[in-house]
């Protein structure tokens, strides 16, 4: 059986699906392909299979029809766009789920008559990163797990997508300067595979989660998922069982911090920018990992490197040891500390560092000058001894003088 063969085996939904590798950006495609569906009003009260297998076929059969619906869908969406009530990148966004969706249903689109009219899209956002008084505020929403995601993701500079892989047994503990850090392993088993660090605060209050979660009757084992659902219950609401642990999904921890926001009233309506908000719920994080990476001394190569992207030529001949990197990291570890008690304790113990330091230097000095006094007080000596022998002399020769004189 043939390429061509095997693919009319699979449905277009399910090689859409199978063409997207993160389960994150699986359901984001998904939810950007339903609203071109809606827009051309494609079969609306059917399944997102069944839209996604007519879309192929008549498309495979019509690829003007295709065409002109894209455009169309394009055109409105460009139009939301110099309103700015869409960011450009959104509407590239919906493009690159409706290309593989005709990729993978072989339907011939001319790409490049669609990308040249569509806007330019800047390089970098206009929102900033939260300020540590916006995290702390943040940590002190009431659902346990909320330190644990905020630490975690604020020190190594995760992506959201990178909580669908992560289980207990990707983070293992490295000891340096007399701390424990984490060390993570992320998107493991993946192609795009690669390890960051977390903070030993981060560290600390993930053990506590997971210990709580062991003494309320879990398992844990390495494989056990480091997020997941909650088990007990709620007015209205059951969570499922301790023991039969459900994952809590990237989505579920987006909705978990966007809820935190609100409530914390960290985002209000005060907030917004523009069309945006000032910070973005996850991604601001990853921000403030890579600002106070910087603001630490750290190189930039290593930091590009903890966050999981491309370093280009580098990729094959920077090569740097975990130690060495972890050494980096150090540098950066009191900015990328949250809790009030542990920044307390840093500036205490950096005070007692200078402290100790500015004695040293006293003492030093101190030191000096006794001994420049001893050096004074020696040639005093000497110079007295000097000036007393001298008078002697002297005293001799008037002595001897005064004899010749006599008669």
């Known amino acids: 059986m043939d390429l061509e063969e095997q693919k009319e085996d699979f449905d277009t939904y399910s090689l859409f699906v199978f063409n997207i590798r993160a389960a994150s950006t699986r359901d984001y495609y998904l939810r950007r392909l339903k609203g071109f569906f809606d827009y051309i009003d494609l079969m609306p009260d059917e399944s997102i299979i069944k839209r996604c297998d007519y879309f192929a076929k008549k498309g495979k059969e ?27 990148s959104t509407l590239k966004n919906f ?17 490049k008559k669609i990308t040249r009219g569509l806007p330019k899209v800047r390089r970098y956002a206009e929102d900033r990163s939260p300020t540590i008084e916006e995290i702390q505020k943040l940590c002190e929403y009431p659902d346990r797990r909320i330190r644990s995601i905020i630490y975690v993701t604020a020190s190594s500079g995760i992506r959201l997508g990178a909580w669908d892989y992560l289980k207990w047994g990707h983070i293992k503990p490295v000891e340096k300067a007399g701390k424990t850090f984490g060390k ?44 997941r659902q909650l088990w007990n219950a709620k007015k209205g609401r059951k969570f499922g069982l301790i023991t039969a642990p459900k994952k809590l999904k990237s989505s579920g921890i987006k909705s978990l911090i966007e809820d935190a926001l ?80 542990t920044q307390l304790q840093s500036q205490l113990t950096k005070i007692g560092d200078e402290k100790d330091e500015s004695n040293y230097l006293v003492v030093g000095k101190l030191e000096e000058k006794n001994e420049e006094i001893k050096l004074l007080k020696e040639q005093n000596l000497l110079n007295a001894d000097a000036i007393s022998l001298l008078s002697d002399k002297i005293k001799i020769m008037m002595d001897k003088m005064h004899m010749t004189e006599l008669p």
């Open 62 to 88: 019509d690829s003007n029809w295709a065409f002109k619906s894209i455009i169309r869908f394009l055109q409105f969406q460009r139009q939301r766009v110099e309103k700015e009530e869409i960011a450009g």
């Open 95 to 111: 493009l690159k789920a409706i290309k593989l969706l005709c990729e993978v249903a072989d339907i011939a689109i001319n790409w």
């Open 184 to 227: 993570v392993t992320v998107y493991a088993g993946d192609e795009e595979e690669y390890f960051t660090f977390i903070t030993p605060e981060a560290y600390d209050e993930l053990n506590k989660w997971m210990d709580y979660r062991k003494t309320s009757g879990e398992e844990i084992t390495e494989k056990s998922w480091v997020m």
């Open 262 to 341: 609100w409530t914390q009233d960290v985002r209000n309506k005060s907030q917004i920018n523009g069309k945006r908000y000032e910070f973005q719920s996850i991604h601001g994080f990853r921000k403030w990992f890579k600002t106070r990476c910087e603001m630490s001394g750290m190189r930039s190569i290593n930091i590009e490197m903890l966050m999981g992207h491309s370093i280009g030529i580098s990729d094959s001949y920077y090569r740097i040891t975990e130690s060495e990197l972890l050494d980096d990291y150090l540098k950066a570890t009191d900015l990328l500390s949250i809790d009030k008690e």
